[in-house]
């Protein structure tokens, strides 16, 4: 059985700093490209980042650029977002999700497998 399970999530002041992880089980991790996606109250889930299955290319949301860095530990089968300089529109549940040899921009239908999502809130 697959599972990821995402952790990290919480509240932060605006300008603060988060780090999530996604822990996955029950998969071959290093096949598997891996994406963060985000939803917010109201509004359609959105790609944050993404890292390829191989050579670990990255990919990121113009929104994200500079901010947050998406890596991954294939020894912990863990997939990490650092986030940075937090603003509150970031507030949003984050999700993680694999793609099967997918690139490092995988469309949100290409992936398989997901997480239940940890809740971040910045606050003013």
């Known amino acids: 059985q697959v599972q990821l399970v995402e952790s990290g999530g919480g509240l932060v002041q605006t300008g603060g700093s988060l780090r999530l992880s996604c822990a996955a089980s029950g998969l071959a991790f290093s096949r598997y490209s891996m994406g963060w996606f985000r939803q917010a109250p109201g509004k359609e889930r959105e790609f944050v980042a993404g890292?390829?299955?191989?050579?670990?290319?990255?990919y990121y949301a113009d929104f994200v650029k500079g901010r947050f860095t998406i890596s991954r530990d294939n020894t912990k089968n863990t997939v990490y977002l650092q986030m940075n300089s937090l603003k509150p529109e970031d507030t949003a549940v984050y999700s993680c999700?694999?793609?099967?040899?997918?690139?490092?921009?995988?469309?949100?239908?290409?992936?398989?497998?997901w997480g239940q999502g940890t809740q971040v809130t910045v606050s003013s």
């Open positions: 890292i390829r299955w191989a050579g670990g290319s990255t």
């Open positions: 999700a694999a793609a099967l040899y997918g690139g490092s921009s995988v469309p949100i239908g290409g992936y398989t497998y």
